[in-house]
């Protein structure tokens, strides 16, 4: 039976939405962002509050605790900044998430130049990296990490249809935090995601993020 | 915090420009990463502004395959008056529904999207497009003759009435 068009577009595109893993995972890009936030905002806002109780003239030992609360809690940010590679596991989890996912490359290319020269669209080179010996290029695709825009490269299949997935992104710190980089005498570093092992590590400027087929 | 509401919302806008349930979900993961970067812009409604990033983001994606071009249509003969809700009288069976948008290109399926869910009127359609409102009357009233002409889409006032309003 007719209907209207502009009823039937509506109910057509109501009834599409995200699945709830989907939604979960855009949630926990908006609180990982929040917290950082957060974070960065604390000492302004503790701040805030301890201007009144100055004012009000607190007796000694109020004035000792809330210092004492200060420098607590300036070791404890510091504690948590320092905490090693505190993006590594967000990493690895991307890369696992579309790693598994397959999704068709945009480029079919076996030839590491002819590849870096398929991704136009880039503001970066793809480049070559002594941990990469063995990785014989298969293709690739424009991808993101952490949101910022990356190459997806996959390797050619092996005998058994293994493949691994390797990414390439510009490396920028504030977004993917400290990361290992080789040439600094650093070891690369290994994250496990749903049972697959990811190698990340900085050269050139470039972060790679490499998965190990097992 | 953008709530599931919007966000599916965003969704649903992504899903009319790509008609590609994966695209549409990484175009949203997208826009919000781009939108949580510092400095994160103070905007009371985020939406307007995400819609945005999807739009431009999509258009960056086809841009190197040319799937999606912005034509120049020619605004002679067209009446002045008129407006997005001469789509109004257009009825279709359910049943062809997905169908007519699988002949419809990306800037089609995208203007009946803002019309019929967003509830957008002309001006900000073409507000939201980045087009000038006769550009858009033209490509609204070739999209109205491109819908009737398929087998899926009638039309309520052919045996009298008015399209224009």
Sequence with gaps: ??????????????????????????????????????????????????????KRMLPSWALA????????????????????????????????????????????????????????QLDFNLQNSALLDNFIYGGGRYCSLLSIPA???????????????????????????DLPKPLEGESSIVRYHKGVAVEIWVDKGILFAKTHSI | MIEEQDLNRLYRYALSLSADADLAYDLVHGAIGRF?????????????YLMRSIRNAFIDIKRRDTRYQHEVYDDEGLPQDYDIRALESLSIDQKFITQLLNQLNSQEREILYLW??????TSEVA????????????????????????????????????YYV
């Design chain 1, 1 to 54: 039976m007719s209907k209207s068009l502009k009823s039937e577009l509506k109910d057509h595109y109501q009834s599409a939405k995200l699945s709830e893993k989907q939604l979960a995972r855009l949630s926990s890009l908006q609180k990982l962002n929040h917290q950082d936030k957060m974070a960065e905002v604390e000492p302004i806002t503790k701040l805030s509050h301890v201007m009144p109780f100055s």
């Design chain 1, 65 to 120: 605790c809330c210092f004492l609360l200060a420098i607590l809690s300036f070791y404890l940010i510091q504690w948590r900044t320092e905490e090693p590679w505190p993006k590594a596991d967000a990493i690895a989890a991307e890369v696992v998430y579309n790693h598994l996912k397959q999704r068709p490359l945009d480029f079919v290319e076996s030839d590491f130049r002819k590849l870096n020269q398929s991704f136009v």
């Design chain 1, 151 to 177: 190459a997806q490269i996959r390797s050619a299949k092996g005998s058994q249809g293994e493949y691994e997935t390797l990414y390439q992104v510009d490396y920028r710190e504030s977004i993917f935090g």
């Design chain 2, 36 to 48: 949580l970067e510092p400095p994160m812009p103070e905007l009371e409604d985020p939406i307007p």
């Design chain 2, 116 to 121: 019929a869910v967003e509830g957008y009127s």
């Design chain 2, 127 to 162: 507000d939201l497009l980045n087009m000038p409102k006769g550009t858009l009357l033209s490509k609204i009233y070739r999209l109205r003759n491109r819908l009737l002409s398929t087998a899926f889409v009638k039309d309520a006032l052919r045996n009298g009435g008015s």
